[in-house]
């Protein structure tokens, strides 16, 4: 039988995720089929194949509405700034990114065809009711997927495809996290088992959500969003450093790099981000207590607290402060982890039907 096609995309304002395999090596460890790039889409100024130029495969180019665009890992080298529209799922920069995580997912599988069998998306929690009905109808719509040279064999020759997908789910993001933290649990985890609940925390770029579980069965009236993530300590951080070195607020990704580096190379001067690590600590502080005052812990009778999403490694220390009666469980590759588990729910539902 023809193994069935499932690709996973997580489009988040700092990155987005695309899942697409999964197997285990000989030594039973997990390998996954899995893509991260920044969800930047910069304008094309020079076609590069036109100009005769050497082409990067990892800067893939998509034409949407008139205007050519770049996207995938090497979009570009520099930094470039981030729009956090509201309506993101209507933006041309949300259909640049689905074409190119398509497109990576069907290179990296080594074919090109028509029909995706499952395409598996989500959105955080407050707009899962109200926009999840319309991602379903975005993501169902056939669009054309640029072809790479070497896999135009795949395509009678064709460098661009319209692509299709049959079937597609569409859930709470932080739904994945769970979904992902359930593969290798054993069957009397709290994680499976009705009346035990579980909370995963996923403090996104622009929203920190909160999906509670009842086993495996979601209890949306427990969960929730609300604006503010990662962006909101990044903002915190650029307007200090810049006000301290005369710079003007720093891009977001230049902030989120310097602190995980230790500096921000300006080329006229270098930065040290040390003294700005307790900055960022004391925002994810109060992010957690606005989060804590939507929420009455002591009658929730949480079993577990899982942290997941690309904010996570940043939240940790703050939830284990003001937590300290849970053990809050990091997930390893958190950035990962919600792709992850919509593939792995994708996988369910086809082998349900």
């Given at each position: 039988?023809?193994?069935?096609?499932?690709?996973?995309?997580?489009?988040?304002?700092?990155?987005?995720?695309?899942?697409?395999?999964?197997?285990?090596?000989?030594?039973?460890?997990?390998?996954?089929?899995?893509?991260?790039?920044?969800?930047?889409?910069?304008?094309?100024?020079?076609?590069?194949?036109?100009?005769?130029?050497?082409?990067?495969?990892?800067?893939?180019?998509?034409?949407?509405?008139?205007?050519?665009?770049?996207?995938?890992?090497?979009?570009?080298?520099?930094?470039?700034?981030?729009?956090?529209?509201?309506?993101?799922?209507?933006?041309?920069?949300?259909?640049?990114?689905?074409?190119?995580?398509?497109?990576?997912?069907?290179?990296?599988?080594g074919h090109f065809t028509n029909t995706i069998d499952l395409m598996v998306v989500g959105l955080p929690v407050s707009g899962f009711t109200n926009r999840g009905r319309r991602l379903h109808e975005i993501a169902m719509q056939a669009r054309p997927i640029p072809v790479p040279k070497h896999l135009v064999h795949t395509t009678s020759g064709a460098s661009s495809i319209e692509v299709k997908a049959l079937q597609c789910l569409v859930l709470p993001q932080p739904f994945g996290g769970l979904r992902a933290a359930g593969q290798?649990?054993?069957?009397?985890?709290?994680?499976?088992?009705?009346?035990?609940?579980?909370?995963?925390?996923?403090?996104?770029?622009?929203?920190?959500?909160?999906?509670?579980?009842?086993?495996?069965?979601?209890?949306?009236?427990?969960?929730?969003?609300?604006?503010?993530?990662?962006?909101?300590?990044?903002?915190?951080?650029?307007?200090?450093?810049?006000?301290?070195?005369?710079?003007?607020?720093?891009?977001?990704?230049?902030?989120?790099?310097?602190?995980?580096?230790?500096?921000?190379?300006?080329?006229?001067?270098?930065?040290?981000?040390?003294?700005?690590?307790?900055?960022?600590?004391?925002?994810?502080?109060?992010?957690?207590?606005?989060?804590?005052?939507?929420?009455?812990?002591?009658?929730?009778?949480?079993?577990?607290?899982?942290?997941?999403?690309?904010?996570?490694?940043?939240?940790?220390?703050?939830?284990?402060?003001?937590?300290?009666?849970?053990?809050?469980?990091?997930?390893?590759?958190?950035?990962?982890?919600?792709?992850?588990?919509?593939?792995?729910?994708?996988?369910?539902?086809?082998?349900?039907?």
């Amino acid at each position: 039988m023809k193994a069935r096609t499932v690709i996973a995309i997580d489009i988040g304002y700092g990155n987005t995720k695309v899942v697409w395999s999964h197997s285990l090596d000989k030594q039973g460890r997990s390998r996954w089929g899995e893509i991260c790039f920044r969800s930047i889409t910069p304008n094309v100024v020079v076609n590069e194949e036109s100009a005769g130029l050497a082409s990067q495969p990892d800067r893939i180019l998509i034409e949407h509405n008139g205007q050519a665009y770049y996207a995938g890992p090497a979009a570009t080298m520099g930094v470039e700034a981030r729009f956090l529209d509201p309506n993101y799922i209507e933006t041309d920069q949300h259909e640049v990114l689905l074409r190119t995580s398509i497109h990576l997912a069907m290179r990296e599988l080594g074919h090109f065809t028509n029909t995706i069998d499952l395409m598996v998306v989500g959105l955080p929690v407050s707009g899962f009711t109200n926009r999840g009905r319309r991602l379903h109808e975005i993501a169902m719509q056939a669009r054309p997927i640029p072809v790479p040279k070497h896999l135009v064999h795949t395509t009678s020759g064709a460098s661009s495809i319209e692509v299709k997908a049959l079937q597609c789910l569409v859930l709470p993001q932080p739904f994945g996290g769970l979904r992902a933290a359930g593969q290798n649990a054993s069957p009397d985890d709290p994680i499976y088992q009705p009346g035990k609940l579980t909370m995963l925390i996923d403090p996104g770029y622009r929203t920190l959500d909160w999906f509670v579980s009842n086993g495996m069965s979601p209890e949306l009236k427990l969960s929730g969003s609300f604006d503010g993530g990662v962006s909101n300590i990044l903002r915190t951080v650029s307007q200090q450093v810049g006000f301290d070195h005369g710079t003007g607020s720093l891009e977001f990704d230049q902030v989120e790099e310097g602190l995980s580096t230790g500096k921000i190379n300006l080329g006229f001067k270098v930065i040290d981000m040390a003294p700005y690590q307790k900055l960022a600590v004391d925002a994810a502080k109060r992010e957690i207590a606005a989060f804590l005052g939507r929420i009455d812990m002591n009658k929730a009778r949480l079993s577990r607290v899982l942290l997941a999403g690309g904010g996570a490694k940043l939240y940790e220390k703050a939830l284990q402060d003001r937590l300290p009666g849970y053990t809050i469980e990091c997930m390893s590759d958190s950035v990962m982890s919600n792709a992850r588990g919509y593939w792995l729910a994708g996988c369910d539902q086809l082998a349900s039907t």
